[in-house]
């Protein structure tokens, strides 16, 4: 099975910038649609941006425009490059694999913002 590994959490000031990185075991990464979630305390795991398969990509609200997710295929690797971070940015961020058959889940990464 498919195993996902995020890095690149850390602590950062409110303007700041982070990219995060998804590594995934296996041959099949070019075949996953992948996703980038976070879950900050108290509250429900939200969405934040969808690479699909076909190359097309989707924001939630909250993040459009200072975040920008992109994969390298030959490196089996999902990023999301994080600008303009707000406090409110601050949560686990879980990568997200996903196929009609598969929905894996990696461990998570910590980012916090201070303000």
């Known amino acids: 099975q498919v195993q996902l590994a995020e890095s690149g959490g850390g602590l950062v000031q409110s303007g700041g910038a982070l990219r995060l990185s998804c590594a995934a075991s296996g041959k099949m990464f070019s075949t996953y649609g992948m996703a980038w979630y976070r879950q900050a305390p108290g509250k429900q795991r939200e969405w934040v941006a969808t690479f699909a398969v076909g190359g097309g990509t989707d924001y939630a609200v909250s993040v459009k425009g200072r975040f920008t997710i992109s994969r390298n295929n030959a490196k089996n690797t999902m990023y999301l490059q994080m600008n303009s971070l707000k406090p409110e940015d601050t949560a686990v961020y879980y990568c997200?694999?996903?196929?009609?058959?598969?929905?894996?889940w990696g461990q998570g990464t910590q980012v916090t913002v201070s303000s």
């Open positions: 997200n694999a996903r196929t009609y058959v598969l929905n894996r």
